[in-house]
């Protein structure tokens, strides 16, 4: 256990590179127990529904308030995510971001009611990419090496395609002039690039690696990739937009992972799984839906691990138990809270680690005779 002031970020680096070689004979196990502090009554809202008025070193101060009093357990880390809400790229590409005290959203703004081969990407700027970087300056300024800066939510593709261009609007495009989608997702793509590398500028400089919104870490440059839009085409399709997007990034990024969201992804899992340079996927099963680690999931968690992918979850004590006591864990981060009576989030992540090593030294016989 381990707050931000006495954190020791060399054996967190040196635990998660080993886990990145898949050298690490366990999974990782991130949980934290949080304590009361002093914050305004905007903090907790997306940044994008927090008053203009308020600084961006008033943010920063708020979000150290607010991890000074937390338990860090197991490979848990400190961290501020720079949450503008998801697809946010869009706001810097013409996009109009709405927000309130809980989400955001946006209008299609200039690019409404155009013919697609009338639609231009510009380079991203503006009010919004100015907002989003002097936060993440302030919150870097103020942290020092105590605590990683998390990357912007700048969203995939075609989501943002989607929210610039309307997202009924894009899928009579994909039907009716899928060249001019093609043409646009190479756009955006180029500017999604362009941010990143923009953010890294400010992040990097700190040397304490790098992390999405997501509970992964690298001391690499990593980034939690997705196409929530995907939920609405073919695995044909993804092959066609998505895929090339995915390869691009992933031959830039040495970390990418992808947030598989819902089961109404999973038809393009083969070609997930096939993308060069893509580490590992992170499962959500979407509401209403066992969690990611109940057994309901395990072989879509077997085969991802099969094509030599890394695995992501988040899900309840009970469920991580479970997985760790039947399944190899080696190769997973299992970000978890205790749902168990009497024991805590520290406990729990110990519980954890002996289940996973207990099944690992059980199978590993098994696993040699094979």
């Given at each position: 256990?381990?707050?931000?002031?006495?954190?020791?970020?060399?054996?967190?680096?040196?635990?998660?590179?080993?886990?990145?070689?898949?050298?690490?004979?366990?999974?990782?196990?991130?949980?934290?127990?949080?304590?009361?502090?002093?914050v305004?009554?905007?903090?907790?809202?997306?940044?994008?529904?927090?008053?203009?008025?308020?600084?961006?070193?008033?943010?920063?101060?708020?979000?150290?308030?607010?991890?000074?009093?937390?338990?860090?357990?197991?490979d848990?880390?400190?961290?501020?995510?720079?949450?503008?809400?998801?697809?946010?790229?869009?706001?810097?590409?013409g996009?109009?971001?709405?927000?309130?005290?809980?989400?955001?959203?946006?209008?299609?703004?200039?690019?409404?009611?155009?013919?697609?081969?009338?639609?231009?990407?510009?380079?991203?700027?503006?009010?919004?990419?100015?907002r989003?970087?002097?936060?993440?300056?302030?919150?870097?300024?103020?942290?020092?090496?105590?605590?990683v800066?998390?990357?912007?939510?700048?969203?995939?593709?075609?989501?943002?395609?989607?929210?610039?261009?309307?997202?009924?609007?894009l899928?009579l495009?994909?039907?009716?002039?899928?060249?001019?989608?093609?043409?646009?997702?190479?756009?955006?793509?180029?500017?999604?690039?362009?941010?990143?590398?923009?953010?890294?500028?400010?992040?990097?400089?700190?040397?304490?690696?790098?992390?999405?919104?997501?509970?992964?870490?690298?001391?690499?440059?990593?980034?939690?990739?997705?196409?929530?839009?995907?939920?609405?085409?073919?695995?044909?399709?993804?092959?066609?937009w998505?895929?090339?997007?995915?390869?691009?990034?992933?031959?830039?990024?040495?970390?990418?992972?992808?947030?598989?969201?819902?089961?109404?992804?999973?038809?393009?899992?083969?070609?997930?799984?096939?993308?060069?340079?893509?580490?590992?996927?992170?499962?959500?099963?979407?509401?209403?839906?066992?969690?990611?680690?109940?057994?309901?999931?395990?072989?879509?968690?077997?085969?991802i691990?099969?094509?030599?992918?890394?695995?992501?979850?988040?899900?309840?004590?009970?469920?991580?138990?479970?997985?760790?006591?039947?399944?190899?864990?080696?190769?997973?981060?299992l970000?978890?809270?205790?749902?168990?009576?009497?024991?805590?989030?520290?406990?729990?992540?110990?519980?954890?680690?002996?289940?996973?090593?207990?099944?690992?030294?059980?199978l590993?016989?098994?696993?040699?005779?094979?």
């Amino acid at each position: 256990m381990a707050r931000m002031h006495d954190f020791d970020w060399d054996t967190h680096r040196s635990t998660w590179t080993r886990w990145w070689d898949r050298d690490l004979e366990r999974p990782i196990v991130i949980s934290s127990t949080g304590g009361k502090t002093d914050v305004p009554a905007w903090w907790g809202r997306q940044f994008g529904g927090i008053p203009a008025e308020v600084a961006p070193e008033e943010i920063a101060a708020a979000a150290e308030s607010a991890m000074s009093v937390v338990d860090f357990h197991g490979d848990d880390f400190p961290k501020t995510w720079i949450n503008f809400g998801p697809g946010s790229l869009a706001a810097c590409l013409g996009g109009e971001m709405h927000a309130d005290d809980r989400t955001t959203w946006f209008t299609p703004g200039l690019h409404a009611g155009k013919a697609i081969a009338d639609v231009a990407i510009p380079a991203f700027g503006g009010r919004w990419h100015q907002r989003m970087r002097a936060v993440a300056q302030a919150c870097a300024t103020r942290f020092g090496r105590r605590a990683v800066v998390g990357f912007t939510d700048l969203g995939g593709n075609l989501d943002l395609v989607a929210s610039l261009r309307d997202a009924n609007q894009l899928l009579l495009d994909c039907m009716d002039d899928p060249a001019e989608v093609d043409r646009l997702c190479r756009e955006v793509t180029a500017q999604w690039w362009q941010a990143y590398q923009a953010e890294c500028t400010v992040i990097e400089p700190l040397g304490l690696g790098t992390t999405p919104w997501a509970a992964i870490w690298s001391p690499q440059r990593c980034y939690m990739l997705q196409s929530d839009f995907s939920y609405m085409i073919s695995p044909k399709q993804f092959a066609r937009w998505v895929v090339p997007d995915l390869t691009d990034i992933c031959s830039r990024i040495p970390h990418g992972f992808y947030h598989l969201d819902g089961k109404g992804e999973l038809p393009h899992l083969d070609h997930l799984l096939g993308v060069p340079g893509l580490q590992g996927v992170q499962w959500i099963p979407g509401d209403g839906n066992p969690q990611s680690a109940e057994p309901h999931w395990w072989p879509v968690l077997q085969r991802i691990r099969a094509a030599g992918k890394l695995v992501q979850l988040y899900g309840s004590g009970s469920a991580m138990l479970k997985l760790a006591a039947e399944l190899p864990t080696d190769g997973y981060v299992l970000a978890t809270w205790s749902d168990l009576p009497g024991m805590s989030n520290a406990e729990l992540v110990e519980a954890i680690q002996r289940e996973a090593s207990a099944t690992r030294h059980r199978l590993r016989p098994m696993a040699t005779a094979g």
